[in-house]
């Protein structure tokens, strides 16, 4: 027997096909676990660390080029699978990744404009969205939407490709956070495409949760094996993502039984439960930053991480308190998708977001109160009687030299 031979390996898929997936998990894994230490090492020895800036979530000098070990294991990934003839977008998807690759990289080197990013992102989308298993034809009724314009579609799809790109970018701010938030995405869509038999997606999506799930026990470290993605990291993460999100929305309806929350004209609503938490820390700040007249590329400390870190919470608490909200929002949908119609379905899903949106109002002002009282108490005794309001005397007065009567 060949192992080689291509119809022996899709014979072996096929007769252990969760097998086949367990490996690619435990493969790129273990891949990408044994990569990344060789990238700290490269990165000390040529001094190339992230500054530490205002802004900035950390507070020592670390490497950020984890993308590289992504980079690597996604493309000996792609070429494994593509082997297996399952499916032909993969080369459109090699091309797409290479080039948010070299744009995320020189990112991390000597920092890209916003428009060389931009530019090289809707290159990328353009090999995704010109695959023609790619075309978005139709939204399924959502809304009483059916068939939709070719041209409208791929700008559709377009816009989506790159929103994501950025959305997931934005998150990347704290150890662990984006991370947590690709695992639990990725092993959704791993199962989704699982139960719909769409092998060649499982296998992506498994395989990046493996990539993650080692770079997390880096991100996580404390000492000198401390490393971040980079933009060259989470550019092509929010790339496979948002083509895996993009996949969902295109694939033929499957088992006509299915129940109505997961039919086909819910597809976007359960996209906006999944990609929870990168789509509404976009949202929110972007909205923030134009009530402020500020332009909404501009930097700040507006992000829903920022907040809870202001509040005291830890990176580690912070990124598990996202990433549990992300699947509280599937949670209330998958629990109600079969009892509501579609329009119902649309209040649900903007209650749950406007309902977050007070809530990080609420946060953000008991922040801002927290961050005063701790200037407040660094202050010399001086300074603080200045500032504070006096308070009024009470009780009898003494008079100097004489008791009181």
Request: aromatic share 12%; glycine share 8%.
């Amino acid at each position: 027997m060949n192992i080689l031979n291509h119809e022996v390996i899709l014979e072996l898929f096929r007769d252990y096909y969760l097998l086949f997936v367990m490996c690619m998990f435990l493969g790129t894994f273990a891949v990408t676990f044994y990569l990344i230490p060789k990238v700290l090492w490269v990165s000390k020895e040529k001094n190339l660390m992230a500054e530490v800036v205002g802004r900035s979530a950390h507070c020592t000098e670390t490497p950020s080029f984890g993308g590289v070990a992504f980079y690597i294991t996604l493309i000996l990934v792609l070429a494994l699978i593509q082997s297996l003839r399952l499916n032909y977008v993969g080369g459109h998807l090699i091309g797409a990744i290479t080039i948010l690759f070299m744009v995320g990289l020189k990112d991390d080197l000597v920092i890209s404009t916003a428009r060389v990013k931009l530019f090289g992102q809707i290159a990328a989308a353009c090999f995704i969205i010109f695959s023609p298993e790619m075309h978005l034809t139709s939204l399924y009724g959502f809304w009483g939407i059916y068939e939709i314009p070719e041209i409208l579609g791929l700008l559709l799809t377009g816009f989506l490709i790159i929103a994501l790109i950025n959305a997931y970018n934005l998150i990347d701010g704290i150890d662990g956070l984006a991370a947590l938030v690709g695992i639990v995405i990725s092993t959704l869509y791993a199962t989704i495409f699982y139960i719909t038999e769409n092998p060649y997606f499982v296998l992506i999506s498994v395989s990046l949760g493996g990539i993650l799930s080692a770079f997390l026990r880096f991100n996580y470290s404390r000492g000198k094996r401390k490393i971040f993605m980079g933009d060259s990291g989470s550019l092509i993460v929010g790339l496979v993502l948002a083509f895996l999100s993009i996949k969902l929305l295109v694939m033929t309806p499957y088992l006509p039984t299915i129940r109505q929350g997961f039919s086909p004209s819910n597809r976007l609503l359960f996209l906006a439960c999944i990609l929870f938490i990168p789509v509404f820390d976009t949202l929110r700040v972007i909205l923030l930053r134009l009530l402020k007249g500020d332009s909404p590329f501009s930097a700040d400390r507006e992000h829903a991480h920022h907040i809870l870190l202001d509040l005291g919470l830890s990176h580690k608490k912070a990124g598990i308190f996202l990433t549990s909200l992300n699947l509280l929002v599937i949670g209330v949908y998958c629990i109600l998708a079969n009892l509501l119609s579609n329009l119902w379905l649309s209040f649900l899903v903007t209650a749950m977001y406007g309902s977050m949106f007070l809530l990080f109002y609420v946060l953000k002002k008991k922040s801002i109160l927290r961050m005063e009282m701790k200037e407040t108490e660094a202050l010399s005794p001086k300074r603080k009687a200045l500032i504070l309001p006096r308070r009024p005397k009470t009780g009898v007065r003494r008079l100097k030299g004489k008791e009181p009567l």
